[in-house]
C-alpha cells in the first residue's frame, strides 16, 4: 500500500480518567497524509487530553494510537521504547503549545531554539544549522537578524512563529496544536493562520488543531469533530459540521458565535 | 465502487448520469428550538447528463439552494440517494465517508456559491488560483501555470490588475461574485454547481460568465444552477426544473 493508501494516526478507543471523571472517553479517529483535522469544544469538554493521549505526551487508560512512520511501517506508539517515543516526538511529529514559553526554552537565543531538534537528529556542523535556522526565521516571516536574541524579548505572535519554526525544521509529517492563536490580538491571530495554513498546505502536514475558535477550524480544517464531556458528538467536513449541525450540542456552539 | 452501486440498485442500472438524484428529503432539525422541524426537499429526483445545464425554478424557500447545497455534500441528506459522479468515481452522497466526498469535491464537483468568502491575507488571484495549486502538489511549473490560468480568468471578467495582489474582502459585490465564479471555474469538473452566478453583475459581465457557462457544459461538464434573470437562464439552461414538481 502506498502511503495515500492509508491513515498516518490512527486513534483507537482513547480513554483517560482523572479521577472520577471520565476525560476522554473511547474516542477513535483516523488522520489521513496531509489532513487537517479540528477538534472543538468548549473548555473541559476533553479535547486538550485527547491531543496530550494521542501525541504521548500523556498516557490514556486504555486505546491505541498507531502512527505510520516514514521507513518501518505502522507503529503502535505506545508499545515503542520511552526513548524511541522521544525520538519520533522530536523529529516526526510537532507540538505547538498554546503558551509559546511552553514550547521554547526562554534562556536560549531564537535560533538555538530552532536548531536544537536539528542537533537531537545528530547533525553538528554549526554552520548548516545556523544556516536551516536562519531559513526557518524566515519562512515564519521574522526578521533574520533577530537570530541571536532570546526569544524573552519578543512579542507573543513572534514567540509562537518561533515555536512553530523550532517544530518544522525536522520536516515532520503530524503536528499536534493546542489552541495556537488563543492567546493572541486578532491581527496577529490573523498573521499566524495565514502561516499555518500556507505552511501546512506546501510541507503536505497531517495535523490535529485543538481549539474552541469555529472560524479558526472553518479556515484551516479540511475536517473536524466536536467533543462534549470527552466524546466525540458529532464529526464531518468542516464546512457541513458548521453549515448544517445535526447534534444539540453542535447547533449551540454554531449558534452562539457570531460569523463561524 | 462500481460493483456496490450495481449492487444497491439492484444491477439493473449502471451510473450514466452525472448526478442521480432519487426521492432525495432534506429537513433540518432545530433542536435549540424546541425540536421544530423544517422540511426543504422531500421527494426530489432528478438525473442530470454531462452536456446539459439544468435551470432551477420556484419561489424563494422552495429548496433550490438547499438542493445545491446537498449536492456539494455541504448539508447532509436526510433521505433518498444522492449519486456523483460516474463509473468507479460514483459515490453516494449518502452514505459517503468524508475522505470520499473531499476526494468527490477535489475530483468531481465545483460549486460556485452566492458570495465569495474570503481568507484573510490571501490575494483574489491566490484565491481563484488555489484549485489548481492544489493540485500542483509543489511542482513549481504547475504553480506557475495556476497563476497564468488565474491572471487569464481575472482579464476576462474584467478585475483590474491592480487588484490581484489585493485580498478580496473589501471589493464590490460584482467583484467579488467575479472572483468566485473564476475560482469556481478554473478547475475544469464534470459536474458544476452554480448559485446565482450573475446576481451582482453589470450587462457586460453577464454576457461574459453566460459564455463561461456555455462553454463549460460543451466541454461536457454536467451543471445544475439557480439564475433568476431570464436573459441568463434562456441563453444557458438547455432545461428547466421546477421545485413544485416535487411536491
Redesign the interface.
Known amino acids: 500500500m502506498s502511503e495515500q493508501d492509508q491513515p498516518i494516526l490512527r486513534v483507537e478507543a482513547l480513554s483517560k480518567r482523572y479521577g472520577d471523571r471520565l476525560a476522554v472517553d473511547q474516542v477513535s479517529f483516523d488522520l ?1 497524509p496531509g489532513e487537517v483535522l479540528a477538534v472543538v469544544g468548549e473548555s473541559g469538554s476533553g479535547k486538550t487530553t485527547l491531543l496530550n493521549c494521542a501525541s504521548a505526551r500523556l498516557l490514556p487508560d486504555s486505546g491505541r494510537v498507531d502512527f505510520l512512520t516514514r521507513h518501518e511501517g505502522v507503529v503502535d506508539v505506545y508499545r515503542l521504547s520511552e526513548a524511541a517515543r522521544r525520538l519520533l516526538a522530536r523529529t516526526d511529529w510537532g507540538y505547538v503549545h498554546q503558551n509559546p514559553a511552553d514550547g521554547l526554552r526562554m534562556d536560549v537565543s531564537a535560533g538555538a531554539n530552532v536548531g536544537e531538534r536539528l542537533m537531537a537528529l545528530g547533525e553538528r556542523h554549526y554552520g548548516r544549522i545556523r544556516q536551516e535556522a536562519t531559513q526557518w526565521l524566515s519562512r515564519v516571516e521574522m526578521q533574520e537578524d533577530r537570530i541571536d536574541e532570546s526569544p524573552a524579548t519578543f512579542s507573543g505572535g513572534m514567540r509562537q512563529r518561533l515555536q512553530i519554526a523550532r517544530n518544522l525544521v525536522t520536516r515532520p509529517r503530524l503536528v499536534f496544536m493546542d489552541e495556537p492563536t488563543s492567546g493572541l490580538d486578532v491581527s496577529v491571530q ?2 499566524l ?2 502561516l499555518l ?1 500556507t505552511l501546512t ?2 510541507l ?1 502536514l497531517a495535523s490535529v488543531i485543538v481549539t474552541h475558535d469555529l472560524a479558526v477550524a472553518r ?1 484551516l480544517a ?2 473536524m469533530m466536536v467533543m462534549k464531556d470527552g466524546r466525540v458528538v458529532e ?3 468542516t ?2 459540521v458548521l ?2 449541525p ?3 450540542y453542535t ?2 456552539l454554531v ?1 452562539s458565535v457570531l460569523q463561524p | 465502487m462500481s460493483s456496490t452501486l450495481s449492487g444497491t440498485m439492484g444491477g439493473a442500472m449502471s451510473v450514466t448520469a452525472a448526478v442521480q438524484v432519487r426521492d432525495l428529503g432534506k429537513t433540518f432539525t432545530l433542536h435549540n428550538q424546541g425540536g421544530a422541524e423544517l422540511a426543504v426537499l422531500h421527494g426530489v429526483s432528478l438525473e442530470v447528463r454531462r452536456g446539459e445545464c439544468v435551470a432551477l425554478d420556484g419561489p424563494s424557500g422552495a429548496g433550490k439552494s438547499t438542493l445545491l447545497k446537498c449536492i456539494y455534500g455541504n448539508y447532509r441528506t436526510t433521505q433518498g440517494s444522492l449519486i456523483v459522479g460516474e463509473g468507479e468515481n460514483a459515490i453516494d452522497l449518502a452514505t459517503a465517508s468524508a475522505r470520499q466526498q473531499m476526494a468527490m469535491r477535489r475530483t468531481t464537483v465545483g460549486y460556485v456559491s452566492q458570495f465569495l468568502r474570503a481568507i484573510p491575507r490571501v490575494s483574489a488571484l491566490d484565491i481563484v488560483a488555489e484549485p489548481l495549486m492544489e493540485d500542483a502538489n509543489g511542482d513549481p511549473d504547475k504553480l506557475v501555470a495556476a497563476r497564468r490560468a488565474a491572471e487569464t480568468l481575472l482579464l476576462r471578467l474584467r478585475i483590474p490588475v491592480r487588484l490581484w495582489s489585493v485580498p478580496p474582502a473589501t471589493f464590490s459585490g460584482g467583484e467579488q461574485q467575479r472572483i468566485n465564479i473564476a475560482r469556481g471555474l478554473i478547475r475544469p469538473r464534470p459536474v458544476l454547481l452554480l448559485d446565482e452566478p450573475t446576481a451582482s453583475l453589470d450587462a457586460d459581465n453577464r454576457i461574459t460568465v453566460t459564455a463561461m457557462i456555455n462553454e463549460a457544459r460543451e466541454q461536457g461538464a454536467a451543471i445544475i444552477g439557480i439564475f433568476h434573470d431570464q436573459r441568463v437562464r434562456d441563453s444557458v439552461a438547455t432545461r428547466v426544473v421546477n421545485m413544485a414538481d416535487f411536491k
Request: hydrophobic share 25%; proline share 4%.
Open positions: 489521513w490573523a498573521k493562520l495565514d495554513r498546505h506546501q503536505h479556515l479540511h475536517r464529526q464531518g467536513l464546512d457541513q453549515d448544517d445535526q447534534h444539540p447547533q449551540l449558534s
